[in-house]
Each structure stands twice: as structure tokens, then as C-alpha cells.
């Protein structure tokens, strides 16, 4: 699997019964509402050090995380964690609501920034950038974890788990998997006319849903968004081959809205939702999210509902697959430097590892191949259950990558990820469905809004 990344996200908070996803690498958005938030133990995050000078000042290591739906087996870690090094370990879980960034922003404003933060690999090389991530080199050279943020040789983000975008559609509405664009897009006019419902959901907006989507539609039709090394991106979605391929690639973005639903700002729950209430017949969305969710609350419709990768045109591959990485990051003005890189190398060889990746079956993986094929993995109950992910995860691990890696040769490239972070591919898209753009003219606006980022 190539090095991947990408921007917050709010996941989840039950993989059970969750209903919606919101702000963090994956889903998310800068999150409204409650802006509280708990400890592991259930009492506030009043008490927390104020020492925001580096090192090891404290012996008390505060995590910021927004897995409360993994709670019970993080405790269990740092518990084990705790028996072996003189550290505690304090957990500020994000409420709903409240995105990562959002509470980072407010623990640094009152002087007391986390000493560890579970979040994207683009965000941990966004902190690289501005001096705010220190090292975890130890917790994964040599490890066989993924490193996709290398800099200088320094690792500054440990990976603990790979969520690749994944389609469901309706086996029962459509006779086959469409595969092409051209069949997608047959099909999916004739669902729309023949059945009450819409054949396909197009996503635009602001939203990381839609920017995703419209990103891999892109790469489907094999646009080079960007190049050159990472100290000298380039934009180049508007030069010669690539403006074409752009072009037509908004232009099968533009009839496939004809045949679906008005997905302006949608997230991923809204996507979710327009399957679950059968108001469309397939949509793009991350991994099993889908049915995780529908298995709740609509039993009798997971079994209508079949896997499926991007749409991709006639006589193309499936070269660049996008797949989140989330993991720990150490913020190098804590209070508990040192004891924080312990605790996220003991993380990752803890023996409750995988049951912290499996807390999710289907919508997180382990993040190396090793793990994917483990006896946890094939063993477990929801993942046997729906044989044709793991067929797809398996099938395409080689092609998975992120916004991050878009440099030259994969290198990571800081103007895609300020990009995704401001959701431009999604706007986009919005620009021409909703505001009236050509696709010619999409193609103009979002160069420039590119370009606009790389100063």
C-alpha cells in the first residue's frame, strides 16, 4: 500500500449504531455544537497542565482523540501502558459536535496543548511544516508501519489504521456492477426512469465527502492534479493532456447529477441516508461505513447492498485508490514529550492493537498488509459476513494512496493537503452543478483556487 493521508474528520461515534459522520480525517467539518468535552475518567479537562514548554515537565501524558466509539479498548491499552512506564495517561475525547482542530485549537489557546493527537497523516505533516509535531521515528522505522510522513529522515506520524473509499449500489435495481463510466451512467438514467428513485448520488460542496469524490473521479480518468518535489509543487489539473482529461472527467460528473439527488453540501451521513431511505440507488462513500450504519437501522437492506470501487472510464485501471490514514501524532509543546513517543510506539505493539482497528469491522483496516491478513482480520464476524470488501481491499492494497502522497514519485505535497483541508475539489464541483460553470470553466476555477494555495 502506497503512503496515505488526508484532513479532519469527525467519525463515528458508535460503530453500531452511528448514523452520521462529521469532521476529521475522513468526514468532518469544523463541527457546530456542544464544545465540551470528557476525560476518560468522565470528569472535565479543567485540570489539565498548563505547561506548554516541552519535554517532560509532567508525568501525566494528555491524549486528544476523537475515538470515544474505541473507548473501551483505549483504556485497556493505556492501562497496560500505565502498569509498564511511570506515566498516566488522560484522555480529552472530542463531544459531538466538536472537531479535532476545533478542540486543539481551544487546549492551545488556554496554554495547554495535548502531548498526543490521534489524527491524519496530513495534518501531522501540516504540524511538521509549522514546527509543531515532534518525531516518532522510533515507533515506526523498522516496524513495517507505513511512513508518509518522512521528513529529513524523521518520521512524524504513526499510523494505526487505512479506511479506503468504497461505493455501494442496489443489486436488486441494477442487473450488475456498471464498472464504467458509460455504463454508470446508462444505467443510472435508467434506474432513475423505471424506479422510484435516484439512480446515483453526486456530492459537491464544501464538504470532505464531496471533495474526495471529485478528487478520485480525477484520478479515475488519470488527471495529474499536481507534480513536481514536495519544496516545488506544481498545479497542473489545466496543462495540455491534463485539461482534457479534466474536462471530460466534470463532464461525466455533470450527467451523472442529472440521475441523483441534490447532493449540495452532503457529508457522508447524508450519502448514507439517501440509501438507507431509498431515495438513491448508489453512492460512493468510505469502506463499509454504509453498513455499519444501514445494519442498525435498516436490517433488510444490507442485503440488497453491494460493494463496488469508483466508477472508471472504458478502457482505464484502477491506478490511485484513496485511502484516509489516521494515527498519532506527538505535539512537541506538551508536557510529556518523551513518555507520549513511548506510549504511541507500546500503541502499536500493544496486543488490544487489533481490536482497537477491528472496533469498526469494514470501515477501518489494519494499516499494513501483515495485519490485513492476520487470523484477527479473517476471523471476524462482520468481516466474513460481507466477503466482497475484503476482496476489493485485497484485490487493489497496492494502488491505495492519499492527497498527501500527489507529489513527484509520491512525496508529500502540502498544497493538495491545504486543498482538501478547504475542500476546493468539492466546491468545484459545486461551481459548475450548482453555480452554472461549464466544465471548461470548472477546470479555470479550480486551477486557480489551486494555485492560490501555493504561496
Known amino acids: 500500500m502506497r503512503d496515505d493521508s488526508s484532513t479532519r474528520r469527525r467519525f463515528l461515534r458508535s460503530a453500531a449504531v452511528a448514523t452520521t459522520v462529521a469532521a476529521a480525517g475522513c468526514m468532518g467539518d469544523s463541527g457546530e455544537g456542544s464544545q465540551d468535552t470528557t476525560q476518560s475518567d468522565g470528569s472535565d479537562d479543567s485540570d489539565t497542565s498548563d505547561d506548554s514548554s516541552g519535554g517532560d515537565t509532567s508525568?501525566?501524558?494528555?491524549?486528544?482523540?476523537?475515538?470515544?466509539?474505541?473507548?473501551?479498548?483505549?483504556?485497556?491499552?493505556?492501562?497496560?501502558?500505565?502498569?509498564?512506564?511511570?506515566?498516566?495517561?488522560?484522555?480529552?475525547?472530542?463531544?459531538?459536535?466538536?472537531?479535532?482542530?476545533?478542540?486543539?485549537?481551544?487546549?492551545?489557546?488556554?496554554?495547554?496543548?495535548?502531548?498526543?493527537?490521534?489524527?491524519?497523516?496530513?495534518?501531522?505533516y501540516r504540524y511538521q511544516r509549522d514546527g509543531d509535531a515532534a518525531p516518532v521515528s522510533d515507533a515506526v522505522q523498522g516496524t513495517g508501519l507505513p511512513d508518509p510522513v518522512n521528513v529529513d529522515g524523521e518520521s512524524y506520524f504513526a499510523p494505526t489504521m487505512v479506511e479506503p473509499l468504497m461505493g455501494w449500489?442496489?443489486?436488486?435495481?441494477?442487473?450488475?456492477?456498471?464498472?464504467?463510466?458509460?455504463?454508470?451512467?446508462?444505467?443510472?438514467?435508467?434506474?432513475?426512469?423505471?424506479?422510484?428513485?435516484?439512480?446515483?448520488?453526486?456530492?459537491?460542496?464544501?464538504?470532505?465527502?464531496?471533495?474526495?469524490?471529485?478528487t478520485q473521479y480525477h484520478w479515475q480518468n488519470d488527471v495529474q492534479i499536481y507534480s513536481g518535489p514536495s519544496d516545488d509543487i506544481q498545479v497542473t489539473i489545466d496543462d495540455d493532456d491534463n485539461r482534457a482529461a479534466a474536462v471530460e472527467t466534470y463532464e461525466w460528473i455533470q450527467s451523472m447529477a442529472e440521475s441523483a439527488p441534490n447532493g449540495a453540501g452532503w457529508e457522508w451521513g447524508d450519502g448514507i441516508s439517501a440509501l438507507q431511505q431509498e431515495n438513491a440507488a448508489a453512492a460512493m462513500s468510505v469502506g463499509g461505513l454504509p453498513i455499519l450504519t444501514i445494519q442498525a437501522n435498516r436490517p433488510d437492506l444490507v442485503e440488497k447492498l453491494t460493494p463496488t470501487a469508483f466508477p472508471v472510464p472504458?478502457?482505464?485501471?484502477?491506478?490511485?485508490?484513496?485511502?484516509?490514514?489516521?494515527?498519532?501524532?506527538?505535539?512537541?509543546?506538551?508536557?510529556?514529550?518523551?513518555?507520549?513517543?513511548?506510549?504511541?510506539?507500546?500503541?502499536?505493539?500493544?496486543?488490544?492493537?487489533?481490536?482497537?482497528?477491528?472496533?469498526?469491522p469494514l470501515f477501518q483496516f489494519p494499516p499494513t498488509r501483515e495485519g490485513l491478513d492476520s487470523d484477527a482480520v479473517q476471523n471476524n464476524e462482520t468481516i466474513q459476513q460481507h466477503p466482497e470488501v475484503?476482496?476489493?481491499?485485497?484485490?487493489?492494497?497496492?494502488?491505495?494512496?492519499?492527497?498527501?502522497?500527489?507529489?513527484?514519485?509520491?512525496?508529500?505535497?502540502i498544497v493538495a493537503a491545504d486543498a482538501y483541508g478547504q475542500q476546493v475539489m468539492g466546491q468545484s464541483a459545486e461551481q459548475m452543478i450548482v453555480g452554472g460553470l461549464s466544465p471548461d470553466e470548472t477546470v479555470d476555477w479550480v486551477a486557480d483556487e489551486l494555485r492560490s494555495l501555493q504561496d
Open 59 to 124: 508525568d501525566t501524558i494528555t491524549y486528544l482523540s476523537d475515538r470515544g466509539d474505541s473507548k473501551e479498548i483505549i483504556d485497556q491499552i493505556i492501562a497496560e501502558f500505565e502498569d509498564e512506564y511511570d506515566y498516566t495517561v488522560e484522555v480529552t475525547y472530542t463531544s459531538k459536535g466538536t472537531s479535532t482542530d476545533e478542540q486543539l485549537e481551544k487546549m492551545r489557546a488556554a496554554g495547554n496543548p495535548p502531548d498526543i493527537i490521534f489524527d491524519t497523516s496530513s495534518d501531522a
Open 169 to 214: 449500489y442496489r443489486n436488486d435495481l441494477y442487473d450488475e456492477n456498471p464498472t464504467t463510466w458509460e455504463t454508470w451512467q446508462s444505467e443510472a438514467q435508467r434506474v432513475t426512469e423505471e424506479e422510484d428513485i435516484d439512480g446515483y448520488v453526486v456530492q459537491t460542496g464544501q464538504t470532505n465527502n464531496a471533495d474526495t469524490s471529485i
Open 314 to 360: 472504458d478502457g482505464k485501471g484502477q491506478d490511485k485508490w484513496w485511502a484516509y490514514m489516521e494515527g498519532h501524532v506527538v505535539w512537541n509543546s506538551g508536557s510529556a514529550t518523551e513518555g507520549a513517543k513511548q506510549f504511541v510506539d507500546f500503541f502499536s505493539k500493544s496486543d488490544k492493537f487489533m481490536d482497537f482497528v477491528l472496533s469498526a
Open 390 to 413: 475484503m476482496d476489493l481491499v485485497r484485490d487493489n492494497w497496492d494502488s491505495f494512496t492519499s492527497i498527501l502522497a500527489t507529489g513527484d514519485d509520491g512525496a508529500p505535497n
